[in-house]
């Protein structure tokens, strides 16, 4: 049974950092595509990085060298790191993973993901 469980969301500053795990089980990470996604109201659902096969990783434009994805296989977790954070990155944060086996930017691209976690919150004040 798969199972994706976020947490680490929270309410920060402007300029502050935070880091989101996604406890994850019952499928191989070393094969699958994983990815975080956001969605602020009123506005669509968008990816920010995922991470595929060889542990090869992609980002959306809006968080490229201020966020970091990566994968921890022994403790079945998976992490996004985020620093300078913006007002703008206020959003439900939720991973998810599909299995098919292609690397990061690949990843990146899809949209449809098979399994989904329930979010966790992070909110950015100015």
């Known amino acids: 049974q798969v199972q994706l469980v976020e947490s680490g969301g929270g309410s920060v500053q402007a300029g502050g950092s935070l880091r989101l795990s996604c406890a994850h089980s019952?499928?191989?990470?070393?094969?699958?595509?994983m990815a975080w996604f956001r969605q602020a109201p009123g506005k669509e659902r968008e990816v920010v990085a995922a991470i595929g096969y060889g542990a090869t990783t992609g980002y959306a434009d809006s968080v490229q060298g201020r966020s970091s994805i990566s994968r921890d296989n022994a403790k079945n977790t998976l992490y996004l790191d985020m620093n300078s954070l913006k007002p703008e990155d206020t959003a439900m944060y939720y991973c998810a993973v599909d299995f098919v086996t292609v690397v990061g930017n690949w990843c990146l691209k899809k949209q449809e993901y098979n399994y989904w976690g329930q979010g966790t919150q992070v909110t950015v004040s100015s």
């Open positions: 019952g499928f191989n990470v070393r094969t699958s595509c």
